[in-house]
């Protein structure tokens, strides 16, 4: 079992920057591939970023290449995300995923473990 417990969303203009953090426990940290999906009110929850286990390789929904990065703190059993340039159609619950899967993927059912989702909002 994975608990993920998500941090770092608030209110922030357009145009600001936040950072998000996802803190891992009970499983080794490393051995996991970590995911980053939101969803926003009314919608499905949507893949944002993935990192693999040791960091080296990343993907990025089209919406937030280039302002958004994922990394990852082995040491800490943490995820994060970067997220600058931030608009108000970026507003939505941010949630941490975990998958047991060596493979990158963007699909929220290859993810086996879920945070409790944290809240970003981007006022214009």
């Known amino acids: 079992q994975v608990r993920l417990v998500e941090s770092g969303g608030g209110l922030v203009q357009a145009g600001g920057s936040l950072r998000l953090s996802c803190a891992a426990s009970?499983?080794?940290?490393?051995?996991?591939?970590m995911g980053w999906f939101r969803q926003a009110p009314g919608k499905e929850r949507e893949f944002v970023a993935a990192?693999?286990?040791?960091?080296?390789?990343?993907a990025y929904a089209d919406s937030v290449k280039g302002r958004f990065t994922i990394s990852r703190d082995n040491a800490k059993n943490t995820v994060y995300l970067q997220m600058n340039s931030l608009k108000p159609e970026d507003t939505a619950v941010y949630y941490c995923?975990?998958?047991?899967?060596?493979?990158?993927?963007?699909?929220?059912?290859?993810?086996?473990?879920w945070g409790q989702g944290t809240q970003v909002t981007v006022s214009s």
């Open positions: 995923a975990a998958a047991t899967s060596p493979i990158i993927k963007k699909h929220r059912d290859t993810y086996n473990y």
């Open positions: 009970g499983r080794t940290f490393s051995s996991l591939v």
């Open positions: 990192l693999t286990r040791g960091g080296g390789g990343t």
